[in-house]
């Protein structure tokens, strides 16, 4: 099993920080931003005398009340339709667990989010990528590819929408595209949805679950994670009208007992946060999104898309190898007592040899410290000593 | 994958209290005891701003302390060599992930916790039952039996102690018995130990852990689960000495991101649990067990052994068949508008055909409860269609 690209260079900046140096760390996903006040005050009046198990498929309040969650994006369904997960984590694995046999294909546009590649592994799966282009902003590849890359072993599409780690948000007629490839060959269209929130420039999002004739392929993968700040509530689900799929899927939370009742209890009353803590949020991270956007692109022999959704951006760099230089930033490498941890895009995709000169930023800090991060890296790349161009 | 012993018949309780019936649920493993104060204050007095992602591994405070709590069960580890996960449940997964590779083989003497089923599957590993006898009380069986069994894919053994279904405390020279096993065919020895504290009889409960000269095949799993009546918190752990294994566990446990952050800081304040706690739950949990089984083996044609740990007992009753045995109980008989709720051993036992004549009974309900209880179980004996003797 491959070290995650995000963590396998934490060493390295323990030793950098050992030295004295500040390092921004924008190698992670994990927000800054507070987490609702409503969700942190129902954990402080937790008033049960016991901690008990919750349902396998999670609190049946809270999954009701989730489909009034899911109305508001025109998602239609029952509480019958979703088992909670520990995270999106565990509701991916159950649905690998549950949509595929060992050795079944799973096709995934890569760059993608390194963990599918654990997942995958933990449920005896191969993961097929099909290549999704820098220069076309990490578009859905062409139908074509996704026709070469089927075989009689292919059984499901997994995409990530807006993507981690290119922050692409796919298009309505993209969505389209899928539905006609998932239906023609009858696969399972899972969808990772985990940042339908975030979406900016006034572009919308569109679900795997808006798809019209392929209800009984889409399954969706949510999570609370990034919506609230809540990454450790440890609180996702897996929604999909196909009763057989989830009927054996509540057999894989069955064997795991329940999901963690207080993280529910909180997510539960994270449903009520005001819309203008995500307006408020939103406004955050789309100046975020344009400081890194326009410093990336600024920077000689560097280039980056402008990404729509998510936060994060996966950005081209003059570099050889971007193990080596993130490796480099935190060793060798500050400006001003200061450095920066990136995460080296080789790590998200699962063909060898591509995302050397690319990688991933997520804008999980403010305008102010992304602005000295984004110096740190320029000056870092006049010195760098594998530069290449 | 098969439904869970102890949920199946889910549907048909709730039938049975729709029916105005009340039914006293032996089922289940959620005891009924109080969560510590000292957890619950610590959740109630959460004062973060974000909820963020723990350590992968778990926080490190509550790893280090949990050390401690180790030492006073002479069990002597560092915090590298624990890794937190969401429940025994997922420490179990990590186990078999890491130890075991598709197709291999895991040795586990029946009946056995059901679950452990669903975590092989789940894993692609292939459970290889032996037999122990309820003549015996469910002691380890021969060596001989185990030799039999072991293969050239075998690659480690699973036991549970104090045992989940059947309450059996395994002695000193049983732990031996396996020791000389495992050391002699270089096997794993899981051993799953969440019921540590329930030891009855003065007893005293032995850790794989305390084996010598096998330190590097031993891997510990445990929950906070049932130690402080706080199996909500979803937060368990797996333990080893060995670091290869642990550096590969540590890959499953950074692909799902981190365990429960809230479940870790109740888990993390409940080390500070008086023992006074645990001088009362144990008193009160030797008092129902003694009334199940006097009760049990009062009624003409049942056996119950006196189990030592843990808060079960597999009872073996004339019947012809416990799963339908069960679903009657709870379909078609009251005694005065009552009724209890058991778990068919079938779904315990791996080996089809065994168990069809034994129950499980989880005495998670106080002593006037358990005795009304009873009652039913021994009118509905009286009456049962199936009886066999």
Chains 1, 2 share one sequence.
């Not at 390295?12 to 996903?29: E, M, R, S, T, W």
């Not at 005398?49 to 609190?59: F, L, N, P, Q, R």
């Not at 990528?129 to 820098?134: H, K, L, N, T, V």
């Not at 930033?329 to 591509?354: C, H, I, K, N, W």
């Amino acid at each position: 099993m491959p070290a995650s690209p995000i963590r396998k260079l934490v060493p390295y900046a323990d030793k950098a920080k050992q030295q004295g140096k500040k390092v921004y760390h924008l190698n992670i996903g994990q927000p800054d931003i507070q987490t609702p006040e409503v969700a942190l005050n129902a954990i402080r009046n937790f008033d049960h005398k016991v901690i008990e198990y919750s349902h396998s498929a999670g609190i049946l309040s809270y999954r009701k009340k989730l489909t009034k969650y899911y109305q508001k994006h025109d998602i239609d369904i029952s509480a019958e339709d979703i088992i909670i997960g520990a995270g999106a984590s565990e509701a991916i694995l159950f649905a690998l667990n549950t949509c595929l046999d060992t050795g079944d294909e799973i096709i995934i546009p890569e760059p993608f989010y390194a963990n599918y590649n654990g997942f995958a592994i933990n449920a005896g799966v191969e993961v097929v990528p099909i290549f999704s282009d820098i220069q076309s902003g990490f578009a859905l590849p062409p139908i074509a590819d996704f026709e070469k890359a089927i075989t009689d072993r292919t059984k499901a599409i997994l995409i990530c929408n807006p993507n981690n780690p290119t922050g692409y948000l796919y298009s309505w007629e993209e969505l389209e595209t899928l539905r006609e490839i998932v239906k023609k060959h009858d696969l399972y269209l899972i969808s990772d949805e985990v940042y339908r929130e975030f979406c900016y420039d006034g572009r919308k999002h569109y679900s795997a679950m808006h798809l019209k004739g392929i209800e009984d392929n889409v399954i969706l993968i949510d999570s609370v994670s990034k919506r609230y700040s809540a990454c450790g509530v440890r609180i996702g689900c897996m929604i999909s009208k196909n009763r057989e799929v989830m009927n054996t899927a509540l057999k894989f939370a069955q064997a795991r007992l329940s999901p963690p009742t207080f993280g529910q209890i909180a997510a539960e009353a994270a449903i009520d946060t005001p819309d203008s803590y995500f307006e408020e949020v939103l406004g955050e991270y789309l100046a975020r999104r344009n400081v890194v956007v326009e410093c990336i692109n600024n920077m000689p022999g560097a280039y980056c898309p402008n990404p729509s959704g998510a936060f994060y951006v996966v950005a081209r760099l003059p570099i050889d190898d971007s193990d080596k230089f993130c490796q480099w930033l935190l060793e060798d490498f500050d400006f001003q007592q200061e450095t920066v941890m990136l995460a080296p895009a080789s790590g998200f995709y699962s063909t060898p040899g591509r995302g050397l000169d690319e990688v991933r930023i997520s804008y999980v800090l403010n305008v102010n410290d992304l602005r000295k991060a984004m110096t740190c890296l320029e000056e870092a790349l006049k010195v760098y000593p594998g530069r290449t161009v």
